[in-house]
């Protein structure tokens, strides 16, 4: 879902991408126009519509065709090699449920800032096994406390801003203060996701620049001491049917529908990054690729206070998720017990019924007990280690992620989503729509809709995007071209500043 979102090593990507030996060809102007038909503006609302359980909906039974798709995959597949991989699979699960539990906080990294800047090998290795990681140190503490005073000030000045819940606000619809503009354009945080962007691998034909992040406008969050309402349960950002239902997202995950889970790299980006992510134009759809959604600490907050919490293997999981659906079990819980309910003989691969656990259409995809079981999702989602102001919280495309349940803490726990954006010429086309979405002050195309910001006293404007890079990173100026760019990321550049309007 949308809410919930970080230069020594620009040089290295700079390196990698002069490999890049052929450029792909532009598109046709007339293929940039289709990338963006006018999007349909969303109904008004708040965080609440995004997700079935928060809505209160009971799960659908989806129609026919999501058995024949089950049946595609599956007839794909080598059945045997699916059931193999499957029990390994599924021990897999258990044995690392044992070791979260364990670890607790230390199964979440925890990298200072510099050392993301400058990460050795074991540095990436740790962060490319959880998918999750705690950065320390990006922007100066006295700063992030000063936009969480701003933010107080903002709302205090409109009392009219929505928010979620309606009688006690704290997840606001608020997308355009100052203090966000500032932290999204921050060159620490810039910095930070080129970082990022630089843990994944694109080949020489793709023209995804991970050097040139663009800039995601999202909500903020500002949870009180003693709230239990804002309690997001385990769920996947980018969609939820549409991991399976569109050719390309699937292709993403190819390993692991093939029976060979163990062989699956997250942090390949080309298929991801082409992905439709939003099949239904769901409350929650994300129009845009995030290849890490992070959010900013404005506050001190340690695990009971509120925070984040992940499933910290991003393999283990994002295998699971994919080869839930391709199997049912034979006996319930109730009839055989915990332990002969999971065992790999009470499950058979399913081309029967339409289920997909967990992954309505036009919502996000959840998990729970019952829907994805060999997960224990009560010993291994874990909370992350404790974040002072300006630290950040990232975690991958697929990590399952939810909100504690409770803030036991004693002050606010507040954090500005903000995540990682390659450009892309998807994402290119977004962010030249969300500019017109700040200039009319109104919620950006992926939020719910309604009047937003307008009329507020302190919004933001487009002279508030400070600094070259922030501007580019909005579509408001043109990304530089030069010949002697690595022929990837200029042809990137070409592409957006088509999409922006500058050529
Ligand atoms: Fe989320």
Known sequence: MTTSSHITRLARRGLQTATHATPPPPPPMMSMAALAPKRKPRAEGDIGSVFAS???????VLPPRFRDLKRQIINDADRAALTASWGRLTARLAQAADEIETAKQDAVPTVAYDDLINADSGTIARIKRAGALVLTGVVPRPEAEGWLRQV????????????????DKQVFEVYWSKPQLAARAHPRSVAAQRALLSLFASSPASSVSLASPLMYADRLRVRHPGDSRFALGPH?????????????????????????WEAF???????????????????????????????????????????????????????????????????????????AYLAPDNWVLDTETTDFPGAPPARSQEFNDDTHPHLQLSRSMVSIPRVRPGD?????????????????????????????????????????????????????????????????????????????????????????????????????REDANKIFGFA
């Not at 928060?54 to 659908?60: C, K």
């Not at 000030?153 to 009688?167: H, I, L, R, S, T």
């Not at 996947?236 to 060979?260: C, H, K």
Request: hydrophobic content about 35%; overall charge negative; proline content about 7%.
């Open 265 to 339: 790299d997250a942090f390949e980006i080309e298929a991801r990054s082409a992905a439709n992510q939003n099949l239904y134009d769901g409350a929650g759809a994300c129009g845009i690729f995030r290849a890490f959604q992070g959010w900013t600490s404005l506050s001190d907050t340690g695990p009971g206070e509120g925070t984040l919490r992940v499933y910290p293997l991003i393999k283990e999981e994002t295998a699971y998720t994919l080869l839930r659906p391709l199997f049912r079990e034979l006996k319930s819980k109730a009839e055989v017990g915990h332990e």
């Open 236 to 260: 996947m950002d980018g969609g939820s049917i549409e991991r399976w239902e569109d050719p390309t997202y699937r292709s993403v995950y190819a390993a692991i529908l093939q029976g060979q």
């Open 152 to 167: 107080e000030e903002y709302v205090a000045a409109n009392p009219q801003v929505k928010g979620f819940p309606a009688d």
């Open 54 to 60: 928060l809505s209160g909906e009971e799960a659908a």
């Open 392 to 492: 950040q919280a990232w975690w991958h495309a697929d990590t399952i992620h939810a909100v504690e349940a409770a803030h036991r803490g004693t002050g606010p726990s507040a954090v500005m989503y903000i995540p990682t954006v390659p450009l892309t010429r998807v994402n290119a086309a977004y962010v030249r729509d969300q500019l017109e979405s700040l200039r009319d002050a109104v919620p950006p195309p992926d939020f719910p809709g309604g009047t937003g910001e307008q009329g507020f006293v302190g919004t933001g404007t487009v002279g508030d995007v400070v600094g070259h890079t922030a501007r580019q990173a909005m579509g408001i100026e043109p990304f530089e071209l030069s010949p002697d760019m690595p022929a990837g990321e200029r042809a990137a």
